[in-house]
């Protein structure tokens, strides 16, 4: 409100009119985009990374799969978007998508729950998803229930409409699973809607049937319809067990949005998908909401799109098994040399593409917080990583698992390194700050 308030007084003392004409240039920023913030990068671009001449500097900070060049998209796939180059597929196409492409989608995503193409809306990227769902259900006054640790994006989707987040809680000692007694807690009549990230960004985590059952519940007792971030739901390790929210759910409607980007490792391709679970027609409204959003723009990729049923039903089992198997050996990789390092609490994933790693940043008393870690990593080690911070989640940072295998090794060595210089062991520490000190660092 202060932000607004500031803002209508600066027009208003530089409006320069005669009668209804300006008379000098005045361009305010509209309050949409200045309410507008993407957390990780306000933090990242306030950080002061000077990598170690010395040293080759390792990016474990990237969400990006293809950075490295060491993981690459299958050929059929390009095949598929050669063709639909010759097929001369470069118009525009409906707002939603083309028929055939949206059907192909439908099927592919059967293990989610019975759905057709008309339950299908091709977007721009997951993240376009994602924007058109909390757009269609949250508005000004409202609030949206969001994972802490969490990905930044939802925030940044929807506090320029003026929308609420609320953080619940995941808890690391418990697989990074739900408080589900504090996300209880945070619902009250303007809840418009729990956002669900399964597999996690940045945690890695996958969650079990029951623990989905007892969500769906919270969600069903209040009303609450559920966007489900599944955008990793084939990043999961073998052994691991995986339930979409929607398969799992009778009564409460589900918002399911994922995309190509990740398992076919084409994130420029900007191809993602929302898919409309709604057995009980609750969502009625909310489907001509999605609709009239989608046509602000004129669709996504349609040549990404022609090629799309090919694309989803000639891609060889072998590449996505052995994408999944290189994931998770470099977890394992990093998992049992981070284990080692005192000082650290690595959390092993049981999916996804990332790891979070504790700090016991009273044991460094030369760093305040996981910010000036991470900086002073960089400075003298040249291994960046994301501090917990871009995630509302203090004393903790997020590597990345796809890079190269002997970059991961070489990287965990010189963490150690690092360690070992500044991890002081103090008899008179007799505990450590807990999670909920170390948010209210944030």
Not at 51 to 67: C, E, R, Y
Not at 99 to 109: G, S
Not at 125 to 135: K, R, T, Y
Request: overall charge neutral; aromatic content about 8%.
């Amino acid at each position: 409100m202060k932000d607004l308030q500031e803002l209508a007084a600066y027009q208003f003392k530089h409006r320069s009119v005669t009668g209804n004409k300006r008379t000098t240039w005045n361009v305010p920023i509209s309050e949409f985009a200045k309410l507008t913030h993407n957390p990780i990068r306000a933090i990242v671009e306030g950080l002061n990374i000077a990598p170690n001449p010395a040293k080759p500097f390792i990016a474990l900070s990237i969400g990006d799969p293809t950075t490295f060049g060491n993981l690459q998209p299958p050929e059929e796939i390009k095949n598929a978007v050669r063709e639909a180059v010759d097929k001369n597929s470069n118009g525009y196409g409906p707002a939603a998508g083309f028929l055939d492409a949206r059907q192909a989608v439908a099927e592919y995503v059967a293990h989610q729950g019975d759905v057709s193409a008309n339950d299908v809306i091709l977007c721009s990227g997951c993240s376009s998803a994602l924007d058109l769902c909390l757009s269609a259900l949250a508005g000004r006054g409202q609030n949206i229930l969001i994972p802490r640790p969490g990905f930044s994006i939802y925030r940044t989707l929807t506090q320029g409409f003026g929308v609420e987040c609320r953080y619940y809680n995941l808890l690391p000692d418990k697989n990074w699973e739900v408080d589900l007694d504090q996300l209880e807690s945070l619902i009250d009549s303007n809840t418009a809607a729990l956002v669900l990230t399964n597999p996690s960004n940045p945690c890695g985590s996958v969650f079990s049937k029951s623990h989905l059952k007892a969500i769906i519940e919270i969600a069903e007792r209040h009303y609450l319809p559920i966007v489900a971030d599944e955008i990793y739901e084939h990043f999961v390790f073998p052994g691991q067990p995986y339930y979409s929210v929607s398969s799992l759910s009778t009564s409460v409607p589900v918002l399911s949005c994922g995309g190509l980007t990740k398992r076919f490792l084409v994130p420029g391709w900007r191809l993602g998908w929302i898919i409309i679970h709604d057995r009980q027609n609750i969502l009625k409204d909310v489907r001509k909401g999605l609709a009239n959003l989608s046509a602000r723009i004129m669709g996504s990729n349609t040549l990404v799109q022609s090629a799309l049923p090919e694309i989803l039903s000639k891609t060889p089992q072998s590449f996505y098994e052995g994408l999944v198997e290189t994931l998770q050996r470099h977890a394992e990789v990093a998992y049992k040399s981070i284990k080692q390092i005192r000082g650290l609490r690595p959390v092993m994933p049981s999916g996804a593409m990332y790891m979070m790693i504790g700090i016991d940043i009273m044991r460094f008393p030369g760093f305040a917080s996981d910010l000036d870690f991470v900086e002073a990593l960089v400075r003298e080690q040249s291994v960046f990583c994301l501090p917990g911070q871009c995630f509302e989640y203090s004393n903790y940072f997020r590597i990345v698992l796809t890079v190269p295998e002997d970059m991961i090794a070489e990287a965990c060595k010189r963490l150690e390194e690092f360690v070992e210089k500044h991890y002081q062991m103090d008899e008179n520490i007799i505990a450590k700050p807990n999670n909920a000190t170390a948010r209210r660092l944030c």
